[in-house]
């Protein structure tokens, strides 16, 4: 039984090396004919693409944008609920369960804000109680609270 666990490892991690080690054999030739034949968006998508499997482990110095009415908004109108995590690099807020004002059911939330502009778009929000999650009404109410409350803080700083 441990020979064959033995085996299957060292297996796998021989196979999983010669995978690493695959662009290390590349034709350099046939990749400028690639590059070549290519059209603009395919060109970049090559050369980002080009890289070993290792690079997924390499750090990314990638910021993504996040809208600061609206990070600022996700906080303010949910400020009933005991931040666990916020990072404003990837636009992650993460709560914990917590009752509204006047409320009896406890609700959690998870935010993503994906990008600078202060859009819907950039909002998704999930909310969920114990029970599993809301009905899509009050999670589109929340969304809405938090456009709102974000405009307001836009027209307050003078950026409209």
């Not at 021989?14 to 603009?40: I, P, R």
């Not at 970049?44 to 110095?61: A, T």
């Not at 999670?139 to 950026?159: F, M, S, T």
């Amino acid at each position: 039984m441990t020979l064959s666990r033995i085996r299957n490892t060292l297996l796998t991690v021989t196979c999983m090396a010669a995978l690493a080690s695959c662009s290390v054999f590349q034709n350099a030739e046939s990749n400028e004919d690639v590059l070549l034949q290519g059209k603009g968006w395919e060109r970049e998508r090559f050369q980002r693409d080009n890289g070993s499997i290792l690079d997924i482990f390499k750090g990314k110095d990638e910021a993504i944008k996040v809208n600061r009415h609206l990070w600022t908004a996700a906080l303010d109108v949910l400020d009933f609920l005991p931040v666990q995590t916020a990072d404003p690099f990837t636009g992650v807020i993460s709560t914990g369960y917590g009752t509204p004002p006047g409320g009896g059911r406890a609700y959690r939330a998870t935010v993503l804000i994906s990008d600078p502009a202060l859009d819907a778009r950039s909002l998704n929000v999930a909310l969920q109680t114990r029970n599993g999650p809301v009905s899509a009404g009050t999670q589109r109410a929340v969304e809405d609270a938090i456009l709102a409350r974000a405009r307001q803080l836009r027209i307050r700083a003078g950026n409209y």
